[in-house]
């Protein structure tokens, strides 16, 4: 089984990286080094909660407790959000409209 550190940095990675972002931008948009954020992404130590906090806001994220009897339901929604390319809320760094539009 993953641990919780290698399961966190797999998916601030995954996110980083869909979003072309550099560790170097994603350190200075959380206020961290990027020592930090390369460790953090290699689940390397035993975060803070309030540098994961900060270096998910960094990428557009939130970090939110969900009860363990919903979480097939979360999953499934956002399964369901990556396959059909839908948005469930709007707020992603991504989703700012263009100016020129």
Same mark, same amino acid.
Do not use: H
């Given at each position: 089984?993953?641990?919780?550190s290698?399961?966190?940095?797999?998916?601030?990675?995954?996110?980083?990286?869909?979003?072309?972002?550099?560790?170097?931008?994603?350190? =200075? *948009? /959380?206020?961290?080094? @990027?020592?930090?954020? &390369?460790?953090?992404e290699?689940?390397?130590?035993? $975060? =803070? *909660? /309030?540098?994961?906090? @900060?270096?998910?806001? &960094?990428?557009?994220?939130?970090?939110?407790?969900? $009860?363990v009897?919903?979480?097939?339901?979360?999953?499934?929604?956002?399964?369901?959000?990556?396959?059909?390319n839908?948005?469930?809320?709007?707020?992603?760094?991504?989703?700012?409209?263009?100016?020129?539009?």
């Amino acid at each position: 089984m993953e641990s919780i550190s290698k399961s966190l940095g797999r998916i601030l990675k995954g996110r980083r990286l869909q979003l072309d972002m550099s560790q170097a931008t994603v350190a =200075r *948009l /959380s206020g961290k080094a @990027q020592a930090q954020i &390369a460790n953090l992404e290699n689940g390397l130590g035993d $975060p =803070r *909660l /309030s540098s994961v906090v @900060q270096v998910s806001r &960094a990428l557009g994220c939130e970090v939110v407790l969900v $009860p363990v009897r919903l979480v097939p339901t979360v999953r499934s929604l956002i399964e369901d959000r990556v396959l059909s390319n839908r948005k469930l809320v709007g707020n992603d760094p991504e989703d700012e409209e263009d100016d020129d539009e």
